[in-house]
């Protein structure tokens, strides 16, 4: 399982540098865990955090002008810290496998001399075999301004024998990872792209959910979740032996639910039926809660038999009711293992009946300096938040009572 130890985002609106977990020249510091919590008040970040990844895979799916204009962002100098004109800046740090040597990818972007963003730097680096943790990492792509040099193969080697290509791609508002990933030649490049154009970032929305899309099995639950029925069709094709035995795990978790399915009309949409308790007939999609809809997309999404590596959901508390909390917390959990067909998974959230089933170790706090700007601390580095949760205390409880405040 591919996991980030590390994330850093510069000049992007309120975050104007912070740095969650481990980077390659920061190795003292602790790597992200496999589940991830971001937690803080209304107005400090937590949105602004989840669409920095937001924007990094629109980036590399079209381009770096098109996705400073995508979902609401007003363009790049909207999206640059207010009073700054440095370049927004992303630093990635990240393992293919605990056995592999973690990777940086580093993008830079500016406004070219038009004022249209583009990409300034980007570069992806990696130590060599047997290297020290205290040298520095070898960059086997680096361009400026879609110029540089890229390295193919597995390894790099420098000197004569060095596998070096000269690039230059013609659109420089478009990540070089985005063509040279694509090419057999450039093998770990097009494992970086592999692992973030498969990034999952929920924008589910119940009124989407609803919908009754054409019948058509299709692998994956899509950002919004209109396409729940059609997910659960090629569950069922696909993995018909294990098809009822996920759904009947999925209904035990959500609360009066016994039976779930879907049937096909005969204009050829697909209607998504939940049988309740107590009721001879199923009720539709259309007619379950929104709370009900969203436990189910997400469970949904949690027995993909091929999760995506990332999984980034802002406040998934919304239309639940906050007994469900703990045990959502506990299955975010129990699939973010770390191990293979797992994946990581990151949540923002307010609601401390969450927060009160994570660890002091996967949570971070998000708040403002008297200059505006978000700043970023881990649970764990709080000895006294440490030591309640070890006798016992629930941290969400400590975060309600104000204990997780800066002090």
């Known amino acids: 399982m591919a996991i980030i130890e590390g994330f850093r985002v510069q000049n992007y609106r309120s975050l104007k540098d912070i740095t969650l977990g481990r980077l390659w020249n920061q190795q003292n510091k602790k790597p992200l865990t496999p589940l991830v919590a971001v937690i803080g008040k209304n107005g400090v970040g937590k949105s602004t955090l989840f669409d920095a990844f937001g924007f990094l895979a629109d980036a590399l799916r079209v381009g770096v002008e098109e996705a400073c204009d995508l979902k609401q962002r007003g363009g790049f100098y909207r999206l640059r810290s207010f009073g700054n004109n440095e370049s927004i800046r992303f630093e990635v740090y990240y393992r293919e496998s605990p056995n592999e040597r973690p990777i940086t990818y580093e993008l830079?972007?500016?406004p070219d001399s038009k004022g249209r963003p583009f990409v300034e730097e980007e570069r992806l680096r990696q130590r060599r075999k047997g290297q020290k943790q205290t040298g520095q990492p070898y960059s086997f792509l680096n361009l400026r301004?879609?110029?540089?040099?890229?390295?193919?193969?597995?390894?790099?080697?420098?000197?004569?024998?060095?596998?070096?290509?000269?690039?230059?791609?013609?659109?420089?508002?478009?990540?070089?990872?985005?063509?040279?990933?694509?090419?057999?030649?450039?093998?770990?490049?097009?494992?970086?792209?592999?692992?973030?154009e498969n990034w999952y970032l929920s924008y589910f929305t119940p009124d989407?959910?609803?919908?009754?899309?054409?019948?058509?099995?299709?692998?994956h639950l899509n950002?919004?979740?209109?396409?729940?029925?059609?997910v659960v069709q090629?569950?069922?094709?696909?993995?018909?032996?294990?098809f009822q035995s996920i759904l009947d795990r999925i209904a035990r978790k959500?609360?009066?639910?016994?039976?779930?399915?879907?049937?096909?009309?005969?204009?050829?949409?697909?209607?998504?039926?939940?049988?309740?308790?107590?009721?001879?007939?199923?009720?539709?999609?259309?007619?379950?809660?929104?709370?009900?809809?969203?436990?189910?997309?997400?469970?949904?999404?949690l027995e993909d038999p091929e999760p995506p590596p990332f999984i980034c959901i802002e406040e998934p508390e919304n239309g639940l009711y906050h007994k469900l909390l703990d045990s959502l917390a506990t299955?975010?959990?129990?699939?973010?293992?770390?191990?293979?067909?797992?994946?990581?998974?990151?949540?923002?959230?307010?609601?401390?009946?969450?927060?009160?089933?994570?660890?002091?170790?996967?949570?971070?706090?998000?708040?403002?300096?008297?200059?505006?700007?978000?700043?970023?601390?881990?649970?764990?580095?709080?000895?006294?938040?440490?030591?309640?949760?070890?006798?016992?205390?629930?941290?969400g409880?400590?975060?309600?009572?104000?204990?997780?405040d800066a002090r």
């Open 331 to 395: 299955e975010f959990r129990t699939h973010a293992t770390g191990k293979k067909n797992s994946a990581q998974i990151f949540v923002t959230t307010h609601q401390p009946y969450f927060v009160d089933a994570l660890s002091p170790a996967e949570t971070w706090i998000l708040e403002k300096n008297p200059q505006g700007f978000s700043t970023v601390r881990r649970a764990s580095d709080d000895s006294i938040v440490k030591g309640m949760v070890e006798e016992g205390l629930p941290l």
């Open 254 to 301: 959500i609360p009066g639910i016994f039976k779930i399915d879907t049937k096909k009309t005969e204009d050829g949409r697909l209607l998504l039926r939940f049988n309740d308790r107590g009721f001879n007939d199923p009720f539709l999609a259309q007619q379950m809660s929104d709370g009900t809809l969203k436990l189910f997309a997400y469970m949904l999404l």
């Open 223 to 230: 950002i919004h979740g209109d396409n729940l029925g059609n």
């Open 145 to 196: 301004g879609g110029k540089g040099e890229a390295w193919a193969g597995e390894e790099s080697f420098e000197g004569e024998n060095a596998s070096r290509v000269p690039v230059e791609l013609t659109d420089s508002r478009k990540l070089g990872i985005a063509t040279l990933g694509a090419l057999k030649e450039h093998p770990r490049i097009a494992k970086f792209r592999s692992f973030l």
């Open 234 to 242: 090629f569950m069922e094709r696909d993995h018909k032996e294990k």
């Open 397 to 404: 409880s400590l975060w309600y009572s104000d204990y997780l």
């Open 208 to 219: 989407a959910a609803r919908s009754l899309p054409m019948a058509g099995p299709q692998k």
């Open 108 to 110: 830079s972007i500016a």
